[in-house]
């Protein structure tokens, strides 16, 4: 089956957002109330195992209460986050990770459809769409988010739901991850996935990865690969994740 459709992650995919965005903002939102936590780098990424920001506080709070936290101080956090978040990103702190933008656009010229899935916030995915694609945000039929799906990654609905709105066969599309989480869900809906690990997937046990088509520490030049086929020139081109697809076995 030809490739039809990219579907993107956002966070760790897109950009470093759970390090250098998402883990700041929580941090920023917690000084901001005194609540005394301040995630460093390594425990951050244990907390990625609990999926969603509102999820993470409550868990969080619950550890430093010794009970559930009162809700409005969750609600209270979380926007704040979002607001932290948002300004991060304005203020140029975050970047695309080397090869996206290449391979955004040469899906685009080459007519492919392409959506961005992702259980994270629409109003989170709409700063960065706005701060860091610009003009590759034309490329985009739509957008799954948080708000659209009962179930956080790796539960598969967000990847369901995409390949329902865009109406082509699950076999001719292929998902781009980070981490084991996205490539559980993309599995679950039964999507091909190429992993192109984050600094936290990099962390991760190899043998989560064991479902993608390819791992790759990244798209850009001087792109290695983990697992998978070799790419020519060391750096993930179109042609490159048409091949993963087309000369998979169906």
Not at 33 to 50: K, Q, R, S, T
Not at 99 to 116: C, K, P
Not at 131 to 144: D, Q, T
């Amino acid at each position: 089956m030809a490739l039809q459709a990219l579907l993107w992650d956002v966070d760790g995919t897109l950009a470093e957002t759970e390090r250098d965005g998402h883990r700041l903002a929580f941090n920023r939102a917690f000084a901001d109330v005194g609540v005394p936590l301040n995630w460093d780098a390594a425990h951050y990424g244990e907390l990625l195992a609990i999926s969603g920001g509102r999820e993470r506080i409550t868990a969080a709070l619950a550890g430093l209460l010794g009970e559930p936290p009162p809700p409005e101080l969750v609600r209270e956090l979380q926007a704040r986050k979002q607001d932290h978040y948002r300004a991060l990103v304005a203020a140029g702190e975050l970047r695309l990770r080397p090869g996206v933008a290449e391979l955004i656009a040469a899906a685009g010229s080459a007519g492919l459809s392409q959506v961005i899935v992702t259980t994270s916030g629409r109003a989170a995915v709409a700063a960065l769409a706005e701060h860091l694609l610009g003009g590759l945000s034309k490329y985009f039929a739509f957008w799954v988010c948080g708000e659209d799906v009962a179930h956080m990654k790796p539960d598969p609905e967000a990847y369901r739901l995409a390949l329902q709105q865009l109406g082509c066969p699950v076999s001719s599309a292929l998902a781009l991850e980070d981490s084991g989480n996205g490539l559980a869900a993309a599995s679950g809906a039964g999507v091909a996935c190429l992993l192109t690990l984050s600094h936290y997937g990099h962390a991760e046990s190899q043998q989560r990865f064991a479902q993608a088509r390819a791992v790759v520490d990244q798209l850009g030049l001087g792109a290695a690969v983990l697992r998978g086929p070799a790419c020519q020139g060391r750096q993930i081109t179109l042609s490159y994740v048409q091949a993963l697809l087309e000369d998979s076995p169906t």
